[in-house]
């Protein structure tokens, strides 16, 4: 199997997962069985893991978002465990990253109608364990998502 060939699929994939085998196999050479066959072997090897739609902010129901840094009292493998046992089950929190740097994690809180960070950061963020510090950035405007 070519690398090269592979890597082109993937590019392809990642930019428009929409597109079909025959626009793959035009794109990197191959006919539409082959490209098929090479974006099947690529799901089995874990190279593609899913697939998803990329929602407009609209059509997610126009929610207000917020990346919260959390510090966590220390970093020891259970602290952090523990932390992130309780931050999958969160509904609000669509992504949390390890950071390195100053804050520990970082969260992407999306809020919605009727909701109110404040509530969602008193009753749940403020509440998770091990946490020492929040420091809260309101979104104003999305650039780019891709």
Same mark, same amino acid.
Request: aromatic share 4%; glycine share 6%; charged share 25%.
């Given at each position: 199997?070519?690398?090269?060939?592979?890597?082109?699929?993937?590019?392809?994939?990642?930019?428009?997962?929409?597109?079909?085998?025959?626009?793959?196999?035009?794109?990197?050479?191959?006919?539409?069985?082959?490209?098929?066959?090479?974006?099947?072997?690529?799901?089995?090897?874990?190279?593609?893991?899913?697939?998803?739609?990329?929602?407009?902010?609209?059509?997610?129901?126009?929610?207000?978002?917020?990346?919260?840094?959390? +510090? @966590?009292?220390?970093?020891?493998?259970? %602290?952090?465990? !523990?932390?992130?046992? #309780? /931050?999958? &089950?969160?509904?609000?929190?669509?992504?949390?990253?390890?950071?390195?740097?100053?804050?520990?994690?970082?969260?992407?809180?999306?809020?919605?109608?009727?909701?109110?960070?404040?509530?969602?950061?008193?009753? +749940? @963020?403020?509440?998770?364990?091990?946490? %020492?510090?929040? !420091?809260?950035?309101? #979104? /104003?405007? &999305?650039?780019?998502?891709?």
């Amino acid at each position: 199997m070519s690398i090269t060939i592979e890597r082109r699929i993937l590019d392809l994939l990642a930019a428009n997962s929409d597109l079909t085998s025959a626009e793959l196999g035009d794109a990197v050479g191959l006919s539409a069985s082959a490209a098929h066959r090479r974006v099947a072997q690529l799901r089995e090897s874990g190279a593609i893991t899913g697939y998803r739609a990329v929602l407009s902010q609209a059509a997610r129901g126009d929610p207000s978002i917020v990346l919260v840094n959390v +510090t @966590l009292r220390d970093q020891r493998k259970e %602290t952090m465990a !523990a932390f992130e046992a #309780v /931050i999958v &089950e969160c509904p609000q929190v669509v992504q949390c990253f390890l950071m390195s740097g100053e804050a520990d994690y970082m969260l992407h809180v999306e809020i919605r109608h009727g909701e109110t960070f404040e509530r969602i950061h008193r009753e +749940t @963020l403020s509440q998770l364990p091990g946490v %020492t510090r929040l !420091a809260s950035h309101f #979104v /104003i405007r &999305e650039v780019i998502r891709r």
